[in-house]
């Protein structure tokens, strides 16, 4: 009997409702976990692809969990989905049902063949999640619960199976054939389709499965790996249309960044790829930004594709480390894959920790740290501090997407990154090769992780679990006390409450430290100390006056630290201490604490000039110091952002502290035009190329600019729209686009016209153009918005476009922030309209808005109303009403 069913959503009455296994709460939560009653040791997929009709015929070969307790029913999940085909050991049958979107059926046996067939319509699917169009080309995301929308199978982690796919198409709209593992055979049939086969010898979940299917062209290359292999390796991307760029050529980044990492990862971690080929494709509609599958790897074309033309030095870095983050998942992540979602910090964490170290070896390791400490404090003290604040391991969830956090990713880095501290590297890594030799194959968890860990390195992390179940930003107080030759350092933690935790525990928090000679300017050497209590005290021998604390070096401990350092403490390690990040530090906090005082009204105007003073003094120091790389002199120079000054705040007016920040840095720019300008100007004669001189040049360039702009806006805007026309590089140009679309004058509607004719026909520098006008400091940047969310070019279905409006927009705190709430109505305008087209995109419009509670009442009030807006607009995803839910609280 041919079972076609869709039709009878409730299913058969033969089958016991009791006996059926429950469905997913709404709330999951971690321990709740058991493992899956059924094992799925082999699967064989057959694609009939069509960009608007795809039939897929799975099979899976079932065998009980003999860990599982044991059941009559094996429960797939599938999201809007109908069966069109059920059958059992070859045999149609009738004893399944459907409940909710999955898919019930009895298996009376030990082991059994399940047959199940689909069809999907790829070019409906804006969702973005399991099997899409994108520009005529088919392609697959499965993370997190992504396979269930292409086929009823246990969508979850820690059902692994060897996956045998078959794929047949139009040879004309589908010439490339992909999918994971081994391309085993292919053939044409001779009616114009044509079918290729592929085998995965690696057991995998389902997250980690990718099919790509179109017009595509590829850059290709070998790898040998050190025991012999021989890789081949291709990039891919679409074939270019009539008046399309080609950008085969703007992949060659992207190959020299992938046989990097392959090389780093045999040397610094003794991992080697493990299959025949490994296959990158490019395509521009992506929810994320690369994604792992297991020899196949799709990535959104922001993180394959530049050259100098167009793409920036941070581009090419971040093309580098994307490239290298995926690479590097194929062991953590595949090899040894999680057991639950619980557990994404797992590979997560671990992933964005070795793809920090890449970068920091490929290139300036201080400049890396520095920009992650950035990245850290930008993204994940705010979500630490907020409603959406979570432990690196979550405990529960509403919908996963939401939880591809910069707390499951950054902070997870950064945990790895303290056991890595206080074991020294060697013993890192002997805990690391434990921890891969002892899980390799397998679904593990965080325990698994530090357990490794502990044992490989000889480390007791009893204490240190602690931070995986903690949520929050540990506040350190610190105080230096000089008595006789003895400086006491007081240490005191404070772990604040966050949602659902509101006691915490004292953590173990490694912290770096150094005492500086006033007189000499060195120090004896660097110790680590691990506050573990709630206060702590160390005491330092040998000081015969007070000496300099430098604290937190190297950032080895992700906390704030409070220390009322006096200025001129800071002065000298900013112009001296020997640790870069130190240097870097002592700087922000020069502004940060001047900036506070300011804003908090503290200061007459003598005391606030005099701090100006002080920080012009330092920042003259920085620019001239002769053994500064520019890289370097960069960072120093940038200005420490407004959300993480607001974040030094209990309540925040926005307003005030952007109107000071750019009091302050128009003060400097005044007090060194002299000195921003020679330094523009000595800049401007660097060669140009890739190397660490050039970048350097062009960073301190743009940042003269960006100083000159507040103080000079009329000098800037000559200087800029002549950087503009001299540049080679699209660093150079997109810098100088960027001050000038801040700046009133003629030159801003010039250049930004220039630029768009330029490069209307490349979709990702379009993007940058609609980012430079979100992210502006023009007084009228929020009508500019309003003006791009109706330009011909702006597309709710693409959301690398999405991002480049209103993300960038919502971290403009000028326009964003605007007082009458007009920025708080058009981002929520923008949730509730791209919510039904990409529910996942949608939700992480939310947490601007959920900041509510740290800023001033009348603002919050403004951003509340319309987060209530939002939740009461009917049908609303799970994705979006679970962060609305938690942010209203
Ligand atoms: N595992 C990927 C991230 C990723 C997550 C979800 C996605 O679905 C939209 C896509 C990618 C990574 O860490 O790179
Ligand atoms: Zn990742």
Known sequence: MDIRN???????????DAAVPPPAPAVIRRVDYQPFGWLVPRLELDFQLGLTDTRVAATLHVERNPAATPTGQIRLNGEGLAPLEVTVDGQPTSLWRMAGDDLVLDLPGTAHTIGLVTRIDPAANTQLSGLYASGGMLCTQCEAEGFRRITFFPDRPDVLSIYSVRMSGDADAFPVLLSNGNLTARGDNGDGTHWAEWHDPWPKPSYLFALVAGRLVANRDTFTTRSGRKVDLAIYVREAGAGEEDDLPRTAHAMASLKRSMTWDEEQFGREYDLDTFNIVAVSDFNAGAMENKGLNVFNTKYVLADEET????????????????????????????????????KEGFTVLRDQLFSQDMGSAPVK??????????????????????????????????????????????????????????????????????????????????????????????????????????????????????????????????????????????LKVALFDRASGIHAGEQLVVLDRAQQ????????????????????????????????????????????????????????????????????????????????????????????????????????SQTYIAEQMLIADPGTIHHERQALRGALARALEGEFVALHQRASAVPGGLNAAARGARKVKTQALVYLAEGNPDLAEQMAAAQYDAAD??????????????????????????????????????????????????????????????????????????????????????????????????????????????????????????????????????????????????????????QVGRSLG
Not at 539 to 559: D, E, H, K, M, Q
Not at 776 to 805: G, Q, Y
């Open 6 to 16: 869709p039709s009878a959503p409730d299913g058969n009455p033969e089958m016991a």
């Open 311 to 346: 793409a920036t030095d941070g581009d090419f870095d971040a093309v580098e480390g994307v490239i290298a983050h995926e690479y590097f998942h194929n062991w953590s992540g595949n090899r040894v894959t999680c057991r639950d979602w619980f557990q994404l910090s797992l």
């Open 369 to 510: 740290r520095i920009e992650d400490v950035r990245v850290l404090r930008g993204a994940q003290f705010p979500e630490d501090s907020g409603p959406l604040a979570h432990p690196i391991r979550p405990d529960e969830y509403r919908e996963i997407s939401n939880f591809y956090t910069a707390t499951v990713y950054n902070k997870g880095a950064e945990v790895i990154r303290m056991m890595r501290v206080m074991a020294g590297e060697e013993r890192f890594r002997a805990g690391c090769d434990l921890y891969f030799d002892r899980h390799d194959g397998e679904a593990a968890t965080c325990e698994d992780f530090v357990k490794a860990i502990e044992d490989g390195a000889g480390l007791d992390l009893n204490q240190f679990r602690l931070w995986y179940a903690q949520a929050g930003t540990p506040r350190v107080t610190v105080r230096l006390d000089h008595a006789g030759d003895v400086a006491t350092l007081h240490l005191a933690q404070v772990v604040p409450p966050t949602p659902g935790q509101p006691d915490k525990r004292p953590m173990p928090i490694p």
């Open 537 to 640: 005290s160390f005491s330092f021998p040998g000081f015969a006056t007070r000496p300099v604390l430098s604290i937190n070096r190297g950032f080895t401990a992700p906390v704030s630290i409070e220390h009322a350092a006096p200025v001129e403490d800071l002065v000298f390690l900013a112009a001296r201490d020997d640790d870069p990040f130190a240097r870097y530090e002592a700087m922000q906090e020069l502004v940060v604490g001047h900036l506070k005082d300011v804003v908090d009204g503290k200061l007459s105007a003598s005391e606030r000039d005099a701090g100006r003073a002080a920080i012009a003094g330092a920042l003259a120091a920085v620019i001239a110091d002769p053994a500064l790389d520019d890289l370097m002199r960069g960072e120093l120079l940038i200005l420490p």
């Open 729 to 882: 590089t699209m660093t150079d140009r997109q810098g100088a686009l960027m001050v000038l679309a801040g700046l009133k004058g003629p030159q801003r509607t010039h250049k930004l016209l220039d630029f768009y004719q330029r490069y209307r026909s490349n979709p990702l520098v379009v993007d940058k153009w609609f980012g430079l006008q979100a992210g502006s400091l023009h007084p009228h940047a929020i009508e500019h918005v309003k003006a791009l969310a109706t330009h011909p070019d702006f597309n709710l279905k693409n959301p690398n476009r999405v991002r480049s409006l209103y993300m960038v927009f919502a971290a403009n705190p000028a326009a964003f922030h605007a007082e009458d709430g007009e920025g708080y109505r058009m981002l929520a305008d923008l949730i509730i309209a791209l919510d039904p087209v990409n529910p996942q995109t949608a939700a992480r419009f939310v947490p601007p808005l959920g900041r509510w509670r740290r800023i001033e009442p009348r603002r919050a009030a403004l951003m509340r109303a319309e987060l209530e807006r939002i939740a009461a607009t009917p049908g609303l995803s799970r994705d979006t009403a679970e």
